[in-house]
């Protein structure tokens, strides 16, 4: 009975603060203006759904400039994201721009709060107290970077934690669906890819088609809609991705400075070629893909993916083409494995040094935040450390009681 009750609770809190936030903005308590914190990168998303619900191309600098310009200073100058992002955004999204960024913020805020309560929970490790959950999430820098951006990140991190939850209960048709807002982030997505076809082949037939029905079906109903709306909007995203110096307003890509490998690669040869080559932004991703097939493929046929997931992000992170702070709200989960296995440790001297580790890397990031090192390139060293406590998770894995 207490079971029961347990279950219908999380829901209905869920649901209560749902309806709170609402309240909250629609009765102007809160509103955030263009310029402050929260709305930088959302002002992207909006301006984004404002110009597609009119049939105009969210992906032309000078449409989107002209967005930005009636709200006020501080916004994005274009939009990279797929067209089906506003749509999943839409309920947020339709509301007046101050309403909307107020009303984002406050549901990062909740999927976080979530995250720190229900993650556990889906790597069944429930025991695992929800202050020491609660302080890894939202004391996690890249969490805060996606909060003070007015990012996605969040909505990824669930989202990559429903799909965790699913498959482990065996609900394949809710696994598929639930992995849908990790293609608003194609770059992510597509190292991921490799082992969700492992996975998928070993499934039952039954089961293959129900996770195929819940990604590809959910997929085509967003992008039945966008085209709806504006049926040239996947070309208008393809050209931009192909042509992005063409697109008014944007800042080159060979000018991003990211968390990733191939930045500092295009850091160090800068001088050396009397420009910023593009070229490791093409070549090491696909190195890096191309690696991690053949890894999988050939040594982890059988896919775990409460630690599988958790690494491939770190590398997809690391060596993509390009990655933001706050896309490496990501690989929390693998913050959370390592903690909860720890917790279940035997073995004081591994549970200890297992928590030391993630404790270091949380204090460490929010240190180095504080310094003049906090430029975003500087956090590459993060997914790093998060791959090395996988290591050490894999070779300590039967004393953490994850042997199965």
């Not at 909307?100 to 993650?119: E, K, N, P, R, T």
Request: proline share 6%; with cysteine.
């Amino acid at each position: 009975m207490m079971r029961g009750v347990n279950h219908i609770r999380g829901p209905i809190l869920a649901l209560g603060y749902v309806c709170v936030s609402y309240a909250l903005v629609l009765c102007g308590v809160m509103r955030f203006p263009l310029g402050v914190a929260g709305t930088h990168d959302f002002s992207q998303y909006w301006g984004a759904w404002d110009l597609l619900r009119r049939g105009m191309n969210p992906y032309d600098g000078a449409l989107m400039r002209a967005v930005q310009d009636g709200l006020g200073a501080g916004g994005a100058d274009t939009t990279w994201a797929p067209p089906w992002t506003p749509i999943l955004l839409a309920p947020v999204l339709s509301l007046p721009f101050d309403q909307a960024a107020a009303l984002w913020f406050l549901y990062q805020l909740g999927i976080a709060l979530f995250l720190a309560y229900f993650m556990p929970r889906a790597i069944n490790r429930p025991d695992v107290p929800l202050l020491l959950s609660g302080l890894l999430t939202l004391f996690f820098l890249p969490v805060l970077d996606s909060l003070y951006w007015g990012q996605l990140s969040l909505l990824l991190t669930l989202s990559a934690v429903m799909f965790l939850y699913f498959e482990g209960r065996g609900r394949i048709l809710a696994a598929g669906v639930s992995l849908v807002p990790l293609t608003l982030k194609p770059h992510l997505m597509l190292f991921l890819m490799p082992a969700v076809f492992l996975w998928w082949w070993r499934l039952t037939v039954k089961d293959r088609w129900r996770f195929t029905f819940g990604l590809i079906g959910s997929l085509s109903v967003l992008c039945l809609i966008v085209m709806t709306l504006a049926p040239q909007a996947l070309l208008w995203w393809l050209s931009a991705l192909l042509n992005p110096r063409s697109v008014v307003g944007a800042v080159p890509t060979v000018a991003w400075k990211t968390a990733t490998l191939s930045t500092w690669v295009r850091i160090i040869l800068a001088d050396a070629v009397r420009g910023v080559p593009i070229w490791p932004m093409i070549c090491l991703p696909l190195t890096s893909l191309g690696a991690v097939t053949f890894f999988y493929a050939r040594y982890r046929p059988i896919i775990r993916w409460r630690t599988t997931f958790p690494t491939i992000t770190s590398i997809a992170l690391l060596t993509g083409a390009y990655g933001w702070l706050y896309d490496q709200s990501l690989i929390l989960v693998g913050m959370i494995v390592a903690a909860g296995d720890a917790l279940a440790c035997k073995d004081r001297k591994i549970r200890f040094s297992a928590l030391v580790v993630v404790g270091a890397i949380e204090g460490l990031a929010i240190a180095q935040s504080l310094t003049g090192y906090n430029e975003q390139h500087y956090f590459v060293w993060i997914p790093i450390a998060v791959l090395c406590l996988l290591a050490f998770h894999r070779k300590h894995s039967r004393a953490l009681g994850d042997d199965k």
